[in-house]
């Protein structure tokens, strides 16, 4: 064990760790919606697809950064606002396998727009981050790694202090809780929803930014978000803080199985570590980590 | 207590009357049993009669696989509730098991191997099922979408399955049944009907009885089905466990006999959205619906090149062609989940309610 | 028949039941009445086993339980309603009420799919008890209709005659009358008399509306803030000066806004 490379080790546990604050940013768009709605919005990858092709096909066109941010920003809105009013509101009172699979064919609407407005082709996203590592103590470290996770880790502080702090925030835990109390004491619910999903489209976009950035703005990026369902079945599908643990722990995992137990089956086990990871933990914590023991009122 | 009772009373409301597609009738009323065998003596006289060859193997055969896949993840998503999003997966396993099957177990019949595919893509199933069954929510969507990129992986990693082949695509084995040569399109096409129509017959028949009304009771109230005494897990375990076995049948048909080689591209998370998309504009919980879906997404892209190509022209190439494609169909499904839940299946009623004349009954 | 021993159950800070002790006698009507919030659905709850007491045990004839077996209950002779109608929408009233025979069904699908022998029997006897049922609550008329499509009142009768055709030994009713007109409530007391009466099931009513429970039952037991206020006939009920104050000078208002 003497030469047990433990650099190597630690950085690839960085880097996992690193990838994990990623997915977590994806997986608390999830958590938004599903918390304040019951509705796992399946579209949240094709959103971030969206967000991407969008702001790149803009500063491609000549747009300076700061303006085609905005545009962006102002585009997810207002998508986020269509979708909870001509999709979400019909059903309203469906039961959620109906709403996830409306969701399910969203996506496919959002990324063939997407990509009937703005084209097939790869396009690389650059953010003005440098692409050498840092050596940290003989350690390697992908400094946009550590831009991105860090900026994630930023809008995952904000938006836990949002949801804690602020008035609106305030509002979109008591819908998630119980939302015919939440009607009771006044509480605009289609206001709340499209207030939701206007965020969760912002995320997105962060979102996108980001994985954009990092494997270039192409049509799996919308695949990103299937990794995303792992992390909320470890964290819990109502969890931000779980939302934030889960990511982490499948980011780190995911790597070290890759880089340690892949060479032992061939390699590319990155597809699937993640669900099969989640699959055992659901034989051992079904509920997750941090997700609320529902009580059932029969 | 009132507002309890609205909630109530507009969740009782029918959007339509009762149709019978949804109720499954101890005994069906003569006129399905018309109408059921006037559709098998087409599909048995005619078409090997009138069809052509392009129309067997490009259409009507491919038609008859996912219309089958579609039958078997209604039975367990429609009818039982519970969402799957990896019937893709189960059908390579199903396409590859039979492969392996048919080539390492000398004198295995044809259909035998088709069986033991069924199976594989069962037990497969089940390992990927069991740990979510016994949970409410999304689970299952995790776990089958765990066994999609696991089951691609395997196939595409481990050289064993495709017989070490360089290419990694294999040829599928001669189609003899009884010592008769199927290897022309006529005898496929009747090979893929009559499997798909005897399945198709058993699940009619099963949710018919207690088991289909308890995927049923499951589904719409899992936790009176457990108070009243219906094991729960037992149920979906059950739905799980005979749905992978369809699709593992459906996935032998299309490596088999649609597309005559053997190959994981075929079978990915796509081709798994796809059936489930077969299903909910055909119709959930209907039988006819996997079919009246099927003919829709087989026939679909054809209509629409066709169609790109006669109003855009040249700029209408294989990706805008895929594009518009996802467009559309999104857009369907969202509009079927809202205005009409019940798919095809119900359009279709209704058609044939119009064109009656008989007068309708007062409900 | 069933007995609850010092019953205690809590949801987080919130205290459900504290302490209740209850016992229902072979053939009897007994309620359980108490504003919301009381705690009666999670009484029933615990008998059937969907919550786990913190202290306490239930006791179905002479069989101890610190829960009960959900998946028992059938065995045990125990059926109930649910409060929010608890019915298979995709199924027609006459499939709902055969749904309550399921426990008996021992036939394997396979021989269902066939449908020879033991399972043609078994289909065909629950057909039939099913109809009696179903002609018995006057319900013959809508039996081959899909309950999602039937009226609130008429649901609620097809969710009691599921809870009927199985000849339970207790039958437990939450909330039977809410939502039902004074006289979907007359005709419903009416049926649940007859349950009891024809069949001798023992029957544990939750309800809140006072004057139904009063006409019908044997005993009352009266819950407040999770304690048992009170327990006895419902004279002695009605003169009991702990419900009057906590109850029914409420009820009262109720009864003369209902006529």
Known sequence: MADFDFAFLIEVLVGGLLSGVMYSLVAIGFVLIYKTSGVLNFAQGA????AALTFVSLVERGLPFPLALLVTFVVMVLLGLAIERTVLRPLVNQPPITLFMATLGLSYVIEGVAQLLWGTQVHALELGIPDEPIDFHGVLISQFDLFAAGTAAVLVGLLSAFFRYTHVGLA??????????????????????????????????????????????????????????????????????????????????????????????????????????????????????????????? | ?????????????????????????????????????????????????????????????????????????????GYAGQLSLGTAAFMAVGAFAAYNFNLRVSGLPLLGSFVLGGLSATVVGLAFGLPSLRLRGFYLAVSTLAAQ????????????????????????????????????????????????????????????????????????????????????LRTKLLAFAISSFIAGIAG????????????????????????????????????????????????????????????????????????????????LIISFLIVEPEGLAALWQRLLKKLSWRPHSVA | MLRMDAIDLSFGGVHALSDVSLSIAAGEIRAV?????????????????????????????????????????????????????????????????????????????????AGWGRARRERHEALQRSDAIIEFLGL?????????????????????????????????????????????????????RAARDTYGTTILLIEHDIGVVLGLSDRVAVLDYGRKIADGTPAEIQRDPAVIDAYLGVAHEEEEGAR
């Open chain 2, 252 to 331: 032998v048909l299309w490596a088999f006999v649609y597309l005559r080689t053997v190959e994981p591209a075929g079978f990915n998370l796509d081709r798994s959205f796809q059936i489930l998309f077969i299903i909910i504009i055909g119709g959930l919980a209907t039988i006819r619906g996997a079919f009246f879906g099927a003919a829709l997404i087989v026939v679909f892209p054809l209509l629409l090149s066709r169609l790109g190509a006669l109003l855009f022209g040249s700029w209408f190439d294989s990706g805008v062609l895929d594009m518009s494609q996802r467009v559309v169909l999104g857009v």
């Open chain 3, 33 to 113: 009445i108490g504003p919301n919030g009381a705690g009666k659905s999670s009484l029933v709850n615990i008998i059937t086993g969907l919550y786990k007491p913190d202290r306490g045990s239930v006791w179905h004839g002479a069989q101890q339980f610190a829960q009960v077996p959900t998946p028992r209950l059938a065995r045990l002779g125990v059926a109930r309603t649910f409060q929010n109608l608890a019915l298979f929408k995709g199924l027609s009233a006459r499939d709902n009420v055969a749904m309550g025979l399921v426990d008996a069904t021992r036939s394997l699908w396979v021989e269902q799919l």
């Open chain 1, 172 to 298: 979109f835990r008591a819908v998630a809780d119980d939302t015919f109390a939440a009607i009771t004491v006044g509480l605009r619910l289609p206001r709340i929803w499209a207030t939701v999903w206007a965020t969760a489209g912002v995320i997105a976009l962060a979102a996108g930014l980001l994985w954009g950035a990092r494997l270039g703005v192409q049509f799996s990026l919308s695949l990103v978000v299937l990794k995303a369902l792992p992390v909320l079945v470890l964290g819990g599908f109502d969890s931000i803080l779980g939302a934030i643990v889960g990511g982490l722990l499948i980011g780190a995992c995911e790597k070290l199985a890759e880089v340690y137990l892949g060479p032992y089956v061939g390699g590319g086990i990155e597809s699937w570590f993640a669900y099969v990871l989640a699959l055992g933990f659901l034989l051992v914590k079904p509920g997750g980590l941090y997700g609320q023991k529902l009580v059932e009122r029969a």
């Open chain 2, 149 to 232: 990129f696991f089951v691609q992986w395997a196939l595409t990693k481990f050289s064993w399955f495709t017989n070490n082949n360089a290419s990694g695509v294999i040829d599928a084995p001669p189609l003899v049944v009884l010592g008769v040569s199927l290897d022309n399109p006529t005898g496929r096409y009747l090979l893929a009907l009559t499997i798909v129509v005897l399945i198709t017959a058993l699940v009619a028949r099963l949710v018919r009885t207690q088991t289909g009304h308890n995927f049923i009771a499951v589904r719409d109230n899992e936790l009176a089905a457990r108070v009243i005494g219906v094991s729960v």
């Open chain 2, 1 to 77: 207590m009132s507002t309890l009772a609205c909630k109530t009373l507009a969740h009782s409301a029918p959007q339509a009357a009762p149709l019978a597609a949804n109720v499954p009738q101890a005994r069906r009323n003569w006129r399905q049993y018309t109408g059921t065998a006037l559709v098998l003596l087409a599909a048995y006289g005619l078409v090997p009669a009138f069809a052509s060859p392009y129309w067997l193997d490009a259409i009507l055969i491919p038609f008859l696989a996912l219309a089958l896949a579609g039958v078997g993840l209604n039975l367990l998503t």
């Open chain 1, 47 to 50: 959103q971030l697809l969206f």
């Open chain 3, 140 to 192: 013959s008329a809508i039996s081959s209709r899909l309950v999602g499509t039937l009226p609130y009142g008429l649901q609620k009768r097809v969710e009691l005659a599921r809870a009927l055709v199985a000849r339970p030994r207790l039958l437990l009713l939450d909330e039977p009358m809410a939502g039902m007109t004074a006289t979907e409530k007359l005709e419903m007391s009416g049926f649940v």
